[in-house]
């Protein structure tokens, strides 16, 4: 709905048309701002909930095919390994960050929707999710290893512009 009335397209649209690296990097300065910002009144979202849902994850991956959901299940099963010695840092998060949740326009400017996930949280949980959805993309061969190298560097330099490091996290 709200993609009707805001001006632009939406970042999966942005990746599976040309890589606009430019888009890209827009939408990395604009998600390091969101994190700059001072606590809002948000709920906090601990590590605990995260590895709670990555846990579940692998039961609703079926249907993704053996290969993927495998794949899947694996990276998963390291995710929540890696979390457990994980100390985390708290910030505003948009909580479900992914292309399909950003609207870029012709000039660049950079709207955020679906907000209803923000919390204080993790910086990481934003960029992880947005490269899981990026290399997504590669396993169901619309995107090729390089285009998504190209796109995922091209966000991360954007959000390291705005002063935010991304770290060996990533």
Not at 74 to 97: E, M, P, Q, R, W
Not at 127 to 134: A, D, E, K, N, Y
Not at 155 to 170: C, K
């Amino acid at each position: 709905l709200l993609h009707e009335w805001l001006p632009g397209r939406s970042l999966s649209e942005v990746l599976l048309s040309n890589n606009d690296t430019v888009s890209l990097e827009a939408v990395g300065k604009a998600l390091a701002r969101l994190h700059l910002k001072r606590r809002a009144k948000l709920h906090a979202r601990p590590m605990e909930t995260v590895m709670n849902a990555l846990k579940k994850l692998p039961a609703d991956s079926q249907f993704l095919g053996q290969r993927v959901s495998t794949k899947l299940q694996s990276l998963l099963k390291d995710c929540v390994a890696t979390l457990k010695n994980y100390d985390s840092d708290s910030t505003v998060i948009h909580g479900d960050f992914h292309p399909g949740q950003v609207i870029v326009d012709q000039d660049g400017n950079v709207a955020f929707i679906d907000l209803d996930h923000a919390a204080i949280g993790d910086r990481h949980h934003d960029l992880g999710r947005f490269i899981s959805h990026v290399e997504l993309l590669v396993l169901y061969g619309k995107l090729t290893n390089v285009d998504a190298r190209r796109c995922m560097d091209s966000f991360l330099n954007g959000y390291q512009t705005e002063g935010v490091a991304v770290g060996d996290r990533i």
